[in-house]
């Protein structure tokens, strides 16, 4: 089944301009085009986007994800590449998951110590503008592989 780009999109839930970046990129093959020029993707194309996704999703870079997709294009290799970049990985989220710890305990000192007086007295103001008063390091470039809501 061939699939123009706006209902390739819906069938992996990848937005259009991803798609074309992925393509750009080199980590989605350029479709064909019709006589008209649109792009035609096939079924190949959603299931490598799912990967794709999968992989942004479990937080892999793109240079990762272009050699774990190089791997699943040659499946009578070895996977100890594979697997040591799902250990690079692991680690990168275990590093992650102990910075929002020290982030968290850090938040919730600073609002079990809060006040319900004059902002003069106010311990969340104090320690936002003394980072001394901090236990844990949280330094900004160490939280800025972090998902922003």
């Known amino acids: 089944m061939n699939f123009p780009i706006g209902e390739l999109a819906k069938a992996s839930g990848v937005k259009v ?10 980590l989605l093959r350029v479709p064909q085009r019709t006589e008209s020029q649109r792009r ?14 999968h992989a ?5 870079a793109i240079d990762a994800i272009r050699t774990l997709l190089d791997l699943s294009d040659q499946p009578d290799r070895i996977c100890d590449d594979a697997n ?3 250990q690079e990985q692991l680690v990168a989220v275990e590093g992650k998951i102990a910075q929002l710890e020290r982030l ?11 006040c319900h007086g004059p902002v003069a007295e106010c311990r969340v103001i104090e320690v936002l503008s ?8 949280h330094d900004r470039e160490s939280l800025a592989t972090l998902p922003h809501g």
């Open 104 to 114: 968290r305990d850090e938040l919730a000192r600073m609002v079990e110590a809060s």
């Open 56 to 60: 942004r999703q479990l937080g892999f």
């Open 17 to 26: 301009p991803t798609i074309r970046f992925y393509e750009q990129i080199g």
């Open 130 to 137: 003394d980072h001394s008063l901090c236990q844990h390091e």
């Open 84 to 86: 040591a970049l799902a």
């Open 40 to 53: 035609i993707y096939d079924g190949a194309a959603v299931k490598r986007l799912a990967f794709i996704k």
